[in-house]
């Protein structure tokens, strides 16, 4: 089943500790992206990249680093999480930005 | 710089009504525009998109969407609403450059 899977799905953590979202996806999708979800503000890219080794940033990537190794997978970092950040975060993959896009199942994530 | 501009942050219809979700857009370039829907507690699923060729897209769900170059608009619509209907609606615009940016969102609430 063709899919984009993110762990974990709920997160309580406090503010400073380091904590890494997964993303992975088994379409073969080159192009990946992040995004959280504030209300009123709908979706808001992080970060994407179009393919390995390949990332540039969003519109709001302040306190945020990714990687991509690998195609399948496309990790997002908070280094040092702060209560800003407290929001759903959604992984997505698609061939390419002109393709719909494949949506994660979410990561609600909160920084006390 | 690109832009979505979702006037309404909610849309009341009453079933079998014929319903219209509204979208303006700015982008330099061409226009690549897609509706997303995100039922409640539930990740985001493509609908449609516009890239090129009829300006009447239709999509999943009996939704279409018109395209409407000289306005700068791709309002959703649907000939006759179900209850079923009733989620969060986005309209996204990419440029054709890698970043994707999404509308504030529009609730969409069909009375029975």
Not at chain 2, 23 to 47: D, I, K
Not at chain 2, 58 to 63: A, D, I, L, N, T
Request: one cysteine or more; aromatic letters at 12%.
């Amino acid at each position: 089943e063709a899919q984009v899977t993110q762990n974990p799905r709920y997160l309580i953590t406090v503010t400073g500790k380091k904590l890494t979202v997964t993303c992975s996806q088994n379409m073969n999708h080159e192009y990946m992206s992040w995004y959280r979800q504030d209300p009123g503000l709908g979706l808001r890219q992080i970060y994407y990249s179009m393919n390995v080794e390949v990332t540039d940033k969003g519109d709001v990537p302040e306190g945020y680093k990714v990687s991509r190794k690998e195609k399948r997978n496309f990790p997002l970092i908070l280094e040092s999480p702060s209560p800003n950040q407290t929001s759903l975060y959604f992984c997505a993959s698609s061939i390419g930005t002109l393709y719909e896009q494949y949506f994660g199942p979410g990561t609600r994530l909160t920084v006390t | 710089a690109q832009s979505v501009a979702q006037p309404e942050d909610q849309v009341n219809v009453a079933e079998g009504n014929p319903l219209t979700v509204k979208c303006t857009y700015s982008v330099s370039g061409n226009p690549y525009l897609f509706w997303y829907v995100q039922y409640p507690n539930r990740g985001l699923q493509f609908l449609l998109k516009y890239i090129t060729g009829d300006n009447l897209v239709k999509g999943s769900y009996g939704f279409e969407a018109e395209f409407n170059k000289s306005q700068t608009s791709f309002h959703l619509k649907k000939p006759s609403a179900l209850v079923s209907d009733s989620a969060l609606y986005f309209c996204v615009v990419s440029g054709g450059y890698q970043k994707v940016t999404f509308g504030t969102g529009t609730k969409l609430q069909v009375i029975p």
